[in-house]
């Protein structure tokens, strides 16, 4: 088992002498892989970082369910939905074919979501049967890159609030047998990589990057100094014509000369709205 996300915020923490540091995202103790920490005021960042599609390679372990749709739960007795013989790789790649777009997902039980006002994963480890509701997902890519059964190695890209070990649990049905997450690892959350993370043995003050790297997915606003002194007050500011360049998303980026990132808001009636300030003022 690797280090927990919460284990990574401690460190990070100590290492450098901060207490404002979050995270986009889990990282289970099976998982591997990006994890994206935001520290100080860029920690106001995360809902933004968090609209990004992530890359994860899975591996999904047919013909046994269990209670958490991963390998850190109980084994659940579902001998009448074990598959007779092993599906053949065609039925696989077509099953896996067959989540491509949009669709609805039930994530799993042990699951953050809230349910009355509390997490579900409180209530299922208090045997109570919870069913969270089902949530609007998108699949925007899914590659089979091995299968010796039972376990199935794929590639998938999803949007926000995607439960792999769902799609695991889910393309186990699909294949007329029972299924879950063995294995885990994200590779990418919108334009940032695994391969240029830092290692956690090898974090310092040196590798912390400008927050705009992480906000690639959305629109730039060029301010002047002046209007990023406003900006940073919480004061609206005009837009000028053709001042923003248009991204994913809707949010709007508000840059500062040298690059510096002095808030996210939205443009309403040609004029500059912060949200999310990042700049102290003056």
């Known amino acids: ?22 995270h ?36 999904a372990r047919l013909g046994q369910a269990t209670t ?6 109980e084994p659940v007795d579902e001998a009448g939905r074990r598959a007779s013989e092993p599906p053949s790789r065609q039925a696989v790649e077509d099953a896996l074919r067959s989540f491509l777009g949009p669709q609805r997902q039930r994530p799993p039980s042990f699951s953050a979501k809230r349910l009355d006002g509390e997490r579900s994963y409180a209530r299922a480890r ?21 299968y010796d059964y039972p376990d199935v190695r794929f590639r998938t890209t999803v949007s926000p609030g995607t439960y792999v070990r769902a799609l695991a649990r889910d393309l186990g049905t699909r294949l007329g047998t029972t299924a879950h997450l063995r294995e885990l690892r994200r590779e990418t959350i919108g334009p940032l990589r695994v391969e240029d993370a830092v290692p956690l043995e090898d ?4 590798a912390v990057i400008p927050p705009l790297a992480v906000l690639g997915h959305l629109g730039t606003l060029a301010l002047s100094e002046d209007a990023a002194r406003a900006v940073a007050h919480g004061q609206a500011v005009a837009v000028p014509p053709a001042g923003v360049q248009c991204g994913e998303s809707d949010a709007i980026a508000a840059v500062a000369p ?8 939205r443009v309403n009636e040609e004029r500059f709205q912060p949200e999310v300030v990042l700049e102290t003022p003056d």
């Open 1 to 22: 088992m690797g280090p927990t996300s919460h284990d990574v915020v401690a460190r990070v923490r100590r290492v450098l002498r901060i207490r404002a540091v979050g």
């Open 24 to 59: 986009t995202g889990t990282l289970d103790p099976f998982a591997s892989g990006l994890l994206v920490l935001l520290v100080g005021r860029a920690t106001r960042l995360a809902r933004f970082v968090e609209q990004q599609a992530k890359r994860y390679v899975a591996t």
């Open 68 to 73: 958490t749709d991963d390998l850190t739960g």
């Open 126 to 146: 208090r045997g109570e049967a919870v069913a969270p509701a089902e949530v609007t997902i998108v699949v925007h890519g899914m590659e089979l890159l091995g």
């Open 203 to 206: 974090i310092a003050p040196g």
């Open 258 to 265: 040298g690059e510096r990132l002095v808030a996210v808001g």
